[in-house]
């Protein structure tokens, strides 16, 4: 069974960095969309960043566009996001999920139901 492992969570002030990464392990991210999702406490899960690894091809929600980066790499099958100028609204968990290797219609590139299998996540938070 495929199992996704995100590390990299912490605690920053709002201006700092982090870098979350996600081992993939019995299975590969060729081929797939892999994305990054968030949730708040009492919000639903957000997806944010989205990567089809057969072309690199990326998708950022407008909340995180110009200041995440997803990455990847698939010899080591890892997927990876780079959090810049993070914001108190950023505090979250952090999960990475794995997708289908085709997705359609590009309203499905960050939507969650279409990802079916997640890692536990990683906390991030974001103080002023």
């Known amino acids: 069974q495929v199992q996704l492992v995100e590390s990299g969570g912490g605690s920053v002030q709002a201006g700092g960095s982090l870098r979350l990464s996600c081992a993939v392990s019995r299975g590969s991210i060729n081929n797939r969309y892999m994305g990054w999702f968030r949730q708040a406490p009492g919000k639903g899960r957000e997806g944010i960043a989205a990567?089809?690894?057969?072309?690199?091809?990326?998708y950022y929600a407008d909340s995180v566009k110009d200041r995440f980066t997803i990455s990847y790499d698939n010899a080591k099958n890892m997927l990876f996001l780079q959090m810049n100028t993070l914001k108190p609204e950023d505090t979250a968990m952090y999960y990475c999920?794995?997708?289908?290797?085709?997705?359609?219609?590009?309203?499905?590139?960050?939507?969650?139901?279409?990802?079916?299998?997640w890692g536990q996540g990683t906390q991030v938070t974001v103080s002023s």
């Open positions: 990567v089809t690894t057969a072309s690199g091809l990326s």
């Open positions: 999920a794995r997708g289908p290797t085709a997705l359609g219609s590009s309203a499905n590139r960050l939507a969650p139901e279409m990802y079916n299998i």
